[in-house]
């Protein structure tokens, strides 16, 4: 049984406050990484950031579904087809999600070509 | 009816997936058991850059190609629920991965010697276990192909 319950797409938006939260605590200096935060390490500190709130918000989302989960077994998380959300945001996210499922090796190849290169050029330990 | 649950979840479908865990788990002793004491301080901050491409450019790129043919190949349709255990695996993936972002985030801001980012750590290994790091940047590849580059395929009858 799919499974749209209030409560999931509640726990997805809990996950999107997360998100911009951490980040906009990043960008305003409330949340202190340490003294590179503030010199020219600033931009890739706050990109590494954005990345560990991204993760920080989908353990969120699924710490819910091993918990809904364990409570009903029958339970099926919806997948990326079955996805619903708020109404300005649902007629955008199908059309990209319909040029993207047409172009998957497009954007599978520019990706790995991509990381190929910034790796290359811009990667400093 | 508990029974029947348990013996789906533990099927001799989970073998691949038990299998994996186990070698995985025994690849961390071993490496833990050869490097614990490892000295970081001859590890390199800089490698030059490789203008030609080499074969470890051209097995990821391949491996990538490979994970994208892999959706080619027959497989079950899924009919009940993922269950429980792979649910608790996403989460540990995904709780790992976010560890380890915080740890970088912090390591790159603290600009101390004491804590090098992840990368570093990555050079190390780039010099020290120049085929381990080949493998996993394999997998990797094979992974994301697979992901990616997804094709349906088709389903078993």
Same mark, same amino acid.
């Given at each position: ?45 706050? %990109? ?6 991204? =993760?920080?918000? /989908? &353990? @969120? ?6 918990? #809904?989960? $364990? ?21 955008? %996210? ?6 993207? =499922?047409?172009? /998957? &090796? @497009? ?6 070509? #991509?990381? $190929? ?9 | ?157």
């Amino acid at each position: 049984m799919i499974t749209h319950s209030r409560r999931r797409i509640g726990t997805i938006w809990l996950g999107i406050l997360v998100f911009v939260a951490g980040n906009v605590a990043d960008a305003a200096d409330w949340i202190r990484w340490g003294p590179g935060q503030s010199d020219g390490n600033r931009l890739w500190v706050l %990109a590494s950031a954005g990345l560990f709130w991204l =993760a920080v918000s /989908t &353990a @969120v989302v699924l710490l819910y579904d091993v918990v #809904a989960t $364990a409570l009903d077994p029958d339970r099926r998380p919806p997948g990326s087809t079955e996805l619903i959300g708020p109404r300005p945001l649902r007629q955008a %996210a199908e059309w990209i999600r319909r040029r993207a =499922a047409d172009h /998957t &090796a @497009v954007i599978g190849a520019g990706g790995l070509i #991509a990381g $190929a290169i910034i790796g290359h050029l811009v990667w400093k330990p | 009816m508990d029974r029947v649950r348990s013996a789906a979840r533990f099927g001799p479908h989970a073998a691949v997936p038990l299998a994996l865990v186990v070698v995985a788990l025994g690849l961390c002793v071993a490496a833990w058991l050869r490097f614990h004491e490892a000295s970081t301080s001859a590890c390199p901050t800089t490698f030059s850059p490789d203008v030609w491409p080499t074969g470890g450019l051209a097995a990821v790129i391949g491996a990538f190609l490979l994970g994208g043919l892999l959706g080619n190949l027959p497989h079950k349709r899924l009919a009940g629920a993922y269950g429980l255990l792979t649910e608790l695996g996403l989460f540990a993936f995904v709780a790992i991965v976010a560890l380890a972002w915080g740890y970088e985030t912090h390591a790159l801001a603290s600009e101390s010697a004491s804590t090098p980012p992840l990368t570093f750590f990555v050079m190390c290994a780039r010099l020290d276990e120049n085929d381990w790091t080949l493998v996993v940047f394999i997998l990797a590849s094979l992974l994301a192909g697979r992901w990616l580059w997804h094709r349906p395929g088709a389903y078993l009858p």
